[in-house]
């Protein structure tokens, strides 16, 4: 959701190697660790995907938005002229992971992450925050959309600055060297900025919730809060309590659903309950007989990305941990037997004619216009049985997706994975799995995205190497503000 977190209207995994650390320890069902065979695959894999990384940094140290693949594989990658401070999170976690999986030296290492820390040290920041576009090739805050000549006015996005930070902070707790200038270039950054806090008297223009973002020509925000508890804009929410600068209610203040009578995808089951003196709707949606918290718009990196980092399923297995399971579960089935695809795993991609457009499972959104599964838009009519699978044309299933389910469901994952390869050659040597697929007509997409290629980087460092990645965010004040609202977390589920 990056691409135009400020457009969105309700929005923008923690993978272990084995199951029975990630998986919830209610779950009835517990699929084996993939044996070793399937581990060097995940290597391989993994080395490949880095690679496209590699592929998107320009010389200053910053990754593109995407790569362009020549179909012919006669010309390089192609970077584009646009990145965002979602893009450079991913770039400095990739590169740890990639030191920790044993690509990269201690040297070469800190090389790429001072190199990148230099250029995120000479960007325009405003209100402490970084902007939501810039040029990766000078470091300069775009002011017009390449290839269009389409103003783009500066805007800070919450959710965007959050991955950013997430970034930094990782690379920072990697390499001592680089912790003091990042300290430095973290001081102002005060998530209440975007904050509006709660009042009892008038809970719709006070909510206790982040703005999506605020343009900064006029210093307007955007109308709209992000309001779903089970979007990614929530590692925004968890970075601000971390470190103070938002108060612990405001978990309270989100929704694990709206509320019975609002217009929401289904009518929600759940019941009201007082959680630290603030009233809280326990809230949850059923899927094929499976319960869940649902997402703005029913995708996988709402719900999973997050959990790529922090570690919703350890510390609230019963409540985060099962949600995320059967999140998990829904993207297998709506692709398997809902929409008849034959393959599965619904998230914002890239479009495999062209373009940019969210995906997801619509039935387990919470926007009653969310997110299909197709680019022929079939949704599910609320309160009413999914169409038949003849409606589900034009299916688009994406990698990254896949990837974030490894902890979960990783047989499954594995076995989707290799028919995507196989099946329409949406692996590329040296590079890893291009962006998405039309599963009906076997079109590729011929570009790879930082953010989804990030989020693939980051599931399988976690697979291959449980805890690379979470340092920063299992210490501090993630285990003293942030964990003791995820283990009073009650979906009711």
Known sequence: MHRRTFLSAGTAAAATAALSAAAPASATTRAPRPGAADQRLLMGWFRD????IEAMT?????PADTIELDPAGRRPPRPSENTSPTNIGCGLWSAVAAHGLGLLSAGQLHARLDRTVGAVEGLHRE???WLNWYDPHTGEVLTEWPGTGEPVRPFLSSVDNAWLVAGLRIAAHTDPLLRPRVERLLADADWSYFYTPYR???PVGHPGQLRGGVWTDTEEPTAHHYGALNTEPRMASYLGIADGSL??????????TLEPGNGQEQTPLGSWATVDGFPVWRGHYEHRGRKLVPTWGGSMFEALMVPLFVPEPQWSPDSWGLSHLHTVRSHIDHGLKEARYGYWGFSPCNVPEGGYQEYGVDAIGMNLDGYASNTDRTFTEEGAPPPPASAYTNGVVTPHASFLALPYAPSRVLDNLRGLARDFGAYRDGLGFRDSVNVRTGRVSDFMLALDQGMIIAALAQQLR?????GPFRSGGFATRVKPLLRRERFGI
Not at 49 to 52: E, G
């Open 200 to 202: 009892a008297d008038d």
């Open 49 to 52: 995907t880095y690679r496209s």
């Open 247 to 256: 108060p612990g209610e405001h978990y309270w203040h989100l929704f694990r």
């Open 58 to 62: 320009t010389g200053l140290g910053l």
């Open 466 to 470: 449980p805890g690379l990645l979470q």
């Open 127 to 129: 209100h402490g925050f």
